[in-house]
């Protein structure tokens, strides 16, 4: 009976601020690895929902309930408790968080998974009614109230949430003004012939792209609502809505108002290879966590779905005292510009760099691309980048891995095809390309094939 | 474009709205030429006799003349058996007193169904209705006028950049749907009420459809209210008006469409005026100016035409998804070919009037014992040099046996369900606007499971007994299994009103604007049982997820119609092979990341229990512990 008592006694208690991907990925495996005690907080909605699909919501494809990704006797079934409280204080020496609402919690260990919040740059106005971004439910919800009085809607910041946001206005019957600081859409990022298809686009569905246009101020009428901006050149447009989207940085105010707290931060919380932070037993994932030495080529701060998924489970293991270096491999990445799909896979630069090149096809309507980079020396295989067009994730993660030569790649490049059945396969056509750019005379020897993609996954 | 969609709409409602209303376009009396529909001269003598005040009275609408006829039926029929000398008080139950000449009972007295047919047939018979008189017109102004109504509102749409055109769904009132409790008490109120039916008609008492209808619309429209009263405590987190719930329009749409298939399937006389409007196009088929359409005929025909107009919607809505552009082809090619025609030209052959396309236990009647005898020993006629009853008989099996598993182990499930079949059809086109509305909570599944199943369970039973019937039966319909009796005529007239028309017609088209445009073909179709037992266990077929890019967003859960919840098995970058999955490939068309894909390959391999959405290697976990 004491060692009962004794061992209840021992059971961990793993607390995880933020019910995003990543928190929720962590106390998912948690659970999986260990008989921990869990407990999830968020002030922002009581069950883990889908932040990818907030836009769904507002455009009425889906109903917020759909949002969810587990139905809600499951948290109750795995024994994950869910708490809908702000956390004001974390104190890493009594190992203690101060509630806004309940009781303090005493934690075990603690994982911060509390994502981000909108930049913003010190604009005139920025602060004004109608003014926000969209990352949280509650974004969502002001978005919500502000577009029954909103006629047109400025969105500033040339990003994936800025499309969104457009995106959604638009289902509405708002018309929007985009205000892009570069001279193409998202062109620090994509290279310059898919950034202009998407330019195009975005021009095709009737929403006001201004290129290399900036936010100057924000003018507000009497109520203090936003009535208009002034953009760099001096132009004063009319809207009720402004949109900043100008980025993301880690939401972490309250660990850096912290009293007693050992957890360092910069722009986001600094954590190891391990993702542990500089306070004992206290973890950070997702994208508020900023990595002391992310690998070659990663940024140290990747607000991404994925990574946030991959460092949540890592996290997990660490927690549960199996040491894993977090290791997120090749960078993969998705998203979707109106209605282009958009993948990509590896490395792949905005211009040629010393030692990279591409071969690069474009469908003649100019809405599908593939992009595929090589090695200029080795002819090994470095990216893609798909416009419109799906490719199977392991094919390329396996023959970038492998450093497979870009020749034999192109030869077999059915094996990636992943577009639905009947659609147009436009492997020859990438290899035309190829063939008259660098004169040589491939032919394509593996079309679709979902039998020969495992012989060749398998290694046979 | 605002303006053609307007006046498409327009006349769209102008003709759907004649086509019910021309219910009311007749005139109906009972006279001698009325009585010349009834062959027997002693039944027409005798209603003649107990007609009173109803000869010759004349009645403007064919619904009152059909119950005003019910009680001279009833008057004739208790003349003619007190003139046979039928006394129940001196226990005397069968005739004694027969005229002579007449050696069967029946040609004489009138039994009960006599009495039911009669009243079809009299509203039937010397009719003055305008639709019948003026049937190429009303057919212009209604399937004609509709058509180009429905297209003009359709095809502006092919002004819009080809790609996903979900917005405002679920801000819809048509096609948000209705939340689980609702939908619950709806099915408990159609299978209630149509027991209650039943019981009505068993005691042939009223107009019970039409009351049945009129309860139906008042319950739902009592929930409606109790909805509303109750909703704000339930829903506490649902920012906008996004949110399944309240589509009362929708509940209207369900309702009307109930309402159609109740009268359809069980008072078709009341369709009388409606169904001459479609004479000139069965005229026109069977090259005879005197051919006459039956409700199934204007069934028929109305199902194919909805299938095209709403095709050619489906058409236009995913004209950037070549899958999606031959699926709703092929369907439509079916439903012209082999379900709408086929069985016409065979008719005109004399030939059984059967779709060659709808295998068993689709098609329950193949075992049955008149449909056998007909096949196997009536029918003469031969093709090639084989008798062709006998060959539509083996075709029937063969189809069940072998092309049902070998097609369904090359192409999956979908081969059938959402490239060939009727059922199937009308789901993937009229019902397209209404696929999100199917329930994908585990609970559903399990409930799924259980009724699916037992449906199959049933119908193979039944078929048993049929053959043993045939086989063994002789004439009479009791079968004896040592313990009980079982009256397989019975038995087969409650499996075709209780499954063959209430669960596949009134739920399975009626519920499309309630839970879903697969209700039928996800709870109920046993074919579709066995085609998923097969897909399940042993098919090259399978859904695959590429690799890790799911983003959990759900838009692939919310738009499957049979209510998988895909977003489950590709957030973990596990393959679906599911049983119900009819492959409409719908949730790889509306993925936002290109996750998903229909695929067949080599079986080999563990199908779907590859988890490869795990990025820690428990390699990596041994080295660094």
């Known amino acids: ?460 | 474009m605002k303006y053609t969609k307007i006046i498409g709409l327009t006349i769209f409602i102008f003709s759907f709205t004649l086509f019910f209303v021309s219910i009311l376009f007749s005139s109906h009396r009972l006279n001698d030429k009325t009585l010349e529909g009834i062959e027997n001269e002693y039944h027409r003598a005798a209603i003649k006799q107990v007609a009173g005040a109803e000869w010759e009275k004349e009645y403007d609408l064919n619904f009152k003349f059909h119950e005003a006829m019910k009680p001279v039926l009833k008057r004739a029929q208790v003349l003619q058996d007190s003139l046979a000398g039928i006394n129940p008080e001196k226990n005397i139950w069968n005739a004694v007193n027969l005229p002579e000449g007449v050696t069967d009972e029946g040609e004489y007295r009138i039994w009960d169904d006599i009495v039911k047919k009669y009243a079809a047939t009299l509203t039937e018979s010397n009719v003055t209705s305008i639709t019948a008189n003026r049937s190429g017109l009303f057919f212009f102004l209604v399937f004609v006028l509709g058509t180009i109504g429905a297209l003009l509102y359709l095809l502006p749409g092919l002004k819009k950049l080809p790609g996903i055109k979900h917005d405002g769904i679920f801000f819809n009132q048509f096609q948000k749907g209705i939340i689980p409790i609702l939908e619950m008490v709806a099915v408990a109120s159609v299978i209630g009420i149509s027991l209650w039916v039943v019981w009505q008609n068993e005691n042939n008492n009223g107009p019970a459809y039409v009351r049945t209808t009129l309860i139906f619309t008042a319950l739902i429209l009592v929930l409606i209210g109790s909805y509303e009263y109750f909703k704000e405590g339930r829903m506490p987190w649902k920012p906008g008006t996004s949110s399944v719930g309240n589509g009362w329009l929708g509940m209207l749409l369900g309702t009307f469409l109930i309402g159609f298939y109740v009268i359809l399937y069980f008072a078709p006389q009341y369709l009388y005026n409606c169904i001459r409007i479609v004479d000139p196009v069965k005229q026109f088929i069977r090259n005879d100016p005197d051919a006459r359409a039956s409700q199934w005929f204007l069934y028929g025909f109305l199902y194919t035409v909805v299938m095209f107009v709403m095709g050619i919607r489906m058409m236009i809505k995913y004209r950037h998804n070549r899958y999606q552009l031959i699926r709703t082809g092929s369907v439509l090619f079916f439903q012209l070919s082999f379900a709408f025609m086929l069985p016409e030209i065979l008719g005109m052959l004399n030939q059984p009037e059967i779709n060659l396309t709808t295998p068993w236990p689709l098609d329950y009647d193949l075992y049955d014992h008149y449909n056998m005898t007909n096949l196997l020993e009536e029918n003469k006629t031969t093709f090639l040099g084989m008798n062709v009853g006998v060959m539509m008989f083996v075709w029937g099996i063969i189809l069940t046996l072998v092309i049902v598993p070998l097609f369904t182990y090359i192409y999956g499930k979908r081969w059938y369900c959402s490239w060939v079949c009727g059922c199937g059809g009308l789901a993937e086109t009229l019902g397209d606007p209404f696929r999100q509305e199917s329930d994908k909570s585990l609970r559903a599944w399990r409930i799924e499971r259980y009724v699916i199943y037992g449906v199959l369970v049933v119908v193979v039973l039944m078929s048993a007994l049929q053959i043993y019937h045939y086989a063994f039966g002789g004439d009479s319909s009791e079968i004896n299994l040592g313990i009980v009796d079982i009256n397989v005529l019975n038995l087969r007239k409650w499996y075709g009103f209780m499954i063959g028309s209430m669960f596949a017609g009134v739920v399975g088209t009626g519920f499309y604007p309630l839970m879903g445009n697969r209700m039928w073909c996800r709870y109920g179709c046993p074919l579709a049982a066995i085609l998923g037992i097969v897909q399940r266990f042993k098919s090259r077929f399978r859904i695959t997820t590429n690799g890790g890019q799911c983003i959990s967003c759900g838009n692939c859960s919310t738009y499957c119609e049979m209510g998988i919840d895909v977003r489950s098995y590709a957030q973990k970058g596990q393959d679906i092979v599911r049983a119900s999955c009819v492959g409409c490939g719908v949730c790889s068309a509306v993925c936002p990341r290109g996750v998903l894909r229909l695929e067949n390959g080599d079986t080999d391999g563990e199908r779907a229990l590859d988890i490869r959405n795990i990025h820690i290697q428990m390699e990596d976990v041994k080295i660094l512990n």
């Open chain 1, 1 to 460: 009976m004491a060692q009962q008592e004794n061992k209840v006694q021992q059971v961990e208690h793993i607390v995880i601020i933020g019910n995003g991907i990543s928190g929720v990925t962590a106390a998912r495996y948690v659970r999986k690895l260990s008989d921990k005690k869990v407990t999830i907080i968020s002030s922002e909605t009581k069950h883990f929902f889908s932040r990818t699909a907030l836009m769904y919501i507002y455009m009425g494809h889906m109903p917020a309930e759909d949002t969810k990704p587990y139905e809600d006797w499951f948290w109750a079934k795995n024994r994950l408790n869910l708490i809908q409280d702000h956390v004001q204080n974390v104190n890493t020496r009594t190992q203690t968080l101060s509630m806004y609402k309940g009781e303090p919690i005493h934690y075990d260990k603690l994982l911060i998974a509390c994502g981000s919040k909108p930049n913003k740059y010190g604009w005139p106005g920025q602060d004004a009614e109608g003014v926000q971004g969209l990352y949280s439910m509650q974004d969502l919800e002001g978005m919500e109230s502000y577009s029954p009085t909103t006629k047109h809607a400025v969105i500033v910041g040339g990003g994936l949430i800025g499309i969104e946001m457009a995106e959604m206005f638009a289902s509405r019957g708002i018309t929007t003004t985009f205000l892009v600081r570069e001279k193409s859409y998202w062109s620090n990022v994509l290279p310059a012939e898919e950034s202009e298809m998407i330019s195009r686009h975005i021009l095709e569905h009737h929403i006001d792209l201004r290129l290399g246009t900036e936010l100057k101020e924000i003018l507000t009428d009497s109520n203090g609502r936003a009535r208009a901006v002034v953009t760099t050149s001096g132009e004063e447009i009319a809207c009720q809505f402004v949109g900043l989207t100008a980025g993301v940085s880690p939401n972490i105010d309250f660990v850096k108002n912290s009293k007693e707290c050992d957890i360092d931060c910069k722009k986001g919380i600094l954590v190891n290879d391990f993702l542990a932070t500089t306070a004992p037993n206290v973890f950070a994932v997702g994208d508020c966590a900023e990595l002391m030495n992310p690998e070659p080529s990663r940024r140290p701060i990747e607000a991404i779905w994925y990574t946030g998924r991959m460092m949540g489970e890592t996290a997990a293991y660490n927690m549960c005292d199996k040491r894993v270096k977090y290791s997120p491999k090749m960078w993969f990445n998705s998203a979707k510009f109106l209605d282009i799909e958009y993948q990509v896979y590896g490395e792949v630069p905005t211009k040629p760099t010393e030692h990279a090149t591409a071969v690069y096809w474009e469908q003649p309507e100019g809405r599908k691309s593939v992009r595929i980079v090589f090695n200029k020396n080795t002819k090994a295989v470095l990216g893609f980048n798909l416009m419109g067009v799906r490719y199977r994730h392991e094919v390329c993660e396996k023959w970038i891995q492998d450093q497979t030569h870009v020749e034999e790649v192109l030869q077999q490049l059915g094996l990636a095809n992943f577009d639905p059945e009947f659609f147009t396969e436009y492997e020859s056509k990438i290899i035309e390309v190829y063939n008259k750019e660098q004169n040589r005379n491939l032919e394509l020897k593996q079309k679709r094939s979902l039998s020969a993609v495992w012989r060749f996954l398998k290694g046979k």
